[in-house]
Every structure is written in structure tokens, then in C-alpha cells.
């Protein structure tokens, strides 16, 4: 029998919790590691790094983020739309490109592979329960297995779905989040989703136990909900609505009451359909919206607040690094 409710336990986002301060004898933030290094199962490759990552919204993610960002280890999972990256060093560890699955996808995404040799790889499609995303996989394994790509791939929510592609897709990186992004709508249009702290710490254990690792996207607001996604569960936490409005996006500058602003919107928006679809098919809906935000100028200033935020929470829990986080965090339900 199949039961109408999952479970009737509370879903929780990340503004439902705080999280309990312990005794530390981490004194200063100097002392925290930001560095985290992690050795993948399939491809056999190992990274080192801060595990963020810069999401692969075109109008945040380009070569000059990147330039930026690969500064502080952070890495930078590149849009699907970019065919020529114009970088003067490729740093393979804090470059990911990304692909969706339809055939104009696919054929970038293999011209830049064989132009750069990448070390990560994302197939990236909004619904990770299509059976056709499968196909894509196995196509994709089969076409660079000799290259000992890391290949991440999402977005699901669910703990089985976790499970099935890390054992038997030979995926390392699972990317998690349905309708938690600040500028997608696929819950309001679908009744989709799952508030994202609750499929970090739902995903968790099925990953570790797989041997996999996790990405927990979406619904970072302010630099305090980075160190919640750590505290549930999660390897990496990818940045989007943080990381726009700044010199480095590609978004459109608009002055509106003698103020800068930028436009921001979901890969999924009407705006980016028109762009790179010319529209929006007659059989589907925009699952995304455009928004305003205030030009904020360079990215360091938000990266550097950003790093020291999260070498506070260290400091307030006696994590000598991002990699202590998990063990070393309680929650409290607010």
C-alpha cells in the first residue's frame, strides 16, 4: 500500500533553526580551515578547496566569476550556454562545466572537454527523476570513461534517488534542491519541492553510505544559512542569488530612483526562455521569475564576508574547520 503523506514529520528551511553555540577553544577566526579536501569513489580523483560553488545561473556564472572566485578556492560550475571560456589559467579544481541532456547540451558540453580536460562535470536538469537523465549518464560515462571526470548530476530531493545514481550511475556529486532557489517558482507552479535543509539532512546518510558526496542548492539568503547547510549534512554548498549584482555578473544594470540595479533571473524564467529558446513553448510554463537587486560592486567584498561568517560559526562550536561542522553542530527549532 502506498500511504498518502511520506511521513508526518515537519519539513524544515533553514530560517526554522539556529544553531547551539558549544565550548570552544578555537579563540580566533585565524585559527579555522577553510580548506576541505574529499576523495571521490568513481572518478578516483581528489579535491581540495573551499566547498562552495558558484551556480551555473548565466548571469552569475562566466569566466571573469571564475577568474575571481578560483582566488580563494571556491569553485565555478559554468553555465550550459557558455561555448567559448576565455579564462587566462584553468584551475581545474574550482572549474566545473555544466550540460543539460538535449543534444545541443551534450555537443558543447563534449567540445569543451575536449578542449580543456575538465576535472568536474555537471549534468544539470531541474526535474533528476526523468528517466531520460539516465540515458544521459550512462551516454556520458561511456563517451569519457577514460578521463576520470567527477561527474556530479541533480537536482533531486529524495534519499532513494540519492542512493540509486551514486551506486549504480556512477555519479560522486549529487546536486540537491526542487524550488528552493530565490528566483525559481517550480513549487508555486507545481506544488513540487521540499523546504532545503530538510533534504540536506533527509540526503545525508544515503550519500555517505553510497559513497557519495552532496550539493546543497538553493535557498542560501544571507551567510549564516552556508553554515546551516553545513551543520545538516552538506559536502558543498552552491551560491546564486548571494553572488549576483556584482561587477562580475552579466546581468542587465538598471537605474530606478537614482539607485543601481541589476537583473537577476531563474534559468527557468520567462526572461531566460526568450533568450535562449526564443520563448516559451505553448506545453509548458515559466518556472522562474526576474528580479531587481542592488548593484553591490566587486564580489571579493561579499566572498570575504562570506569566509569570515563561516569562520565565526567555527569558532562558536569548536569546528577547526568547514569538515567539523557537521559533527560539532546541534539545532535548535525557532
Not at 213 to 223: E, L
Not at 297 to 314: E, N, P, Q, Y
Request: hydrophobic letters at 35%; aromatic letters at 10%.
Amino acid at each position: 500500500m502506498m500511504y498518502k503523506f511520506n511521513n508526518f514529520n515537519r519539513k524544515l528551511n533553514f530560517s526554522d533553526v539556529m544553531i547551539q553555540p558549544n565550548k570552544s577553544n578555537i579563540n580566533s577566526r585565524k585559527f579555522v580551515n577553510l580548506t576541505t579536501e574529499y576523495k571521490f569513489k568513481h572518478s578516483g580523483r581528489t579535491w581540495e578547496g573551499v566547498p562552495l560553488i558558484c551556480s551555473n545561473m548565466d548571469s552569475i556564472s562566466n569566466d571573469i566569476m571564475y577568474n575571481e572566485l578560483s582566488k580563494y578556492g571556491i569553485m565555478s560550475c559554468l553555465s550550459k550556454h557558455i561555448t567559448n571560456f576565455d579564462t587566462f589559467f584553468l584551475e581545474r579544481n574550482t572549474c566545473m562545466f555544466s550540460t543539460g541532456i538535449t543534444n545541443k547540451d551534450i555537443k558543447n558540453v563534449n567540445e569543451l572537454i575536449d578542449k580543456h580536460n575538465p576535472h568536474f562535470v555537471c549534468i544539470d536538469v531541474a526535474n533528476g527523476y526523468m528517466d531520460q537523465l539516465l540515458y544521459a549518464i550512462e551516454s556520458f560515462h561511456n563517451k569519457h570513461h577514460s578521463k576520470n571526470i567527477t561527474l556530479c548530476v541533480g537536482n533531486v530531493i529524495t534519499p532513494e534517488r540519492v542512493e540509486e545514481l551514486v551506486l549504480n550511475y556512477g555519479v560522486d556529486i549529487v546536486k540537491l534542491g526542487i524550488g528552493s532557489g530565490g528566483v525559481c517558482t517550480t513549487s508555486t507552479k507545481t506544488g513540487i519541492g521540499c523546504p532545503q535543509l530538510s533534504v540536506i539532512l533527509d540526503c545525508k546518510e544515503a550519500a555517505k553510505n553510497a559513497g557519495g558526496y552532496i550539493i546543497s542548492d538553493g535557498g542560501i539568503k544571507v551567510p549564516g544559512d552556508i553554515s546551516k547547510a553545513f551543520a545538516a549534512g552538506a559536502d558543498f554548498v552552491m551560491l546564486g542569488s548571494i553572488l549576483s549584482g556584482h561587477i562580475e555578473c552579466d546581468g542587465e544594470i538598471i537605474q530606478k530612483d537614482n539607485k543601481l540595479f541589476m537583473k537577476f533571473y531563474g534559468m527557468s524564467s520567462r526572461d531566460s526562455m526568450i533568450k535562449h529558446s526564443g520563448g516559451v513553448n505553448d506545453y509548458r510554463t515559466d518556472e522562474g521569475k526576474t528580479i531587481l537587486v542592488p548593484y553591490k560592486g566587486s564580489v571579493k567584498d561579499t566572498v570575504h564576508d562570506i569566509l569570515g561568517s563561516l569562520r565565526s560559526t567555527c569558532t562558536y562550536i569548536n569546528a577547526g574547520s568547514i569538515s567539523e561542522i557537521y559533527d560539532n553542530s546541534r539545532f535548535y527549532l525557532i
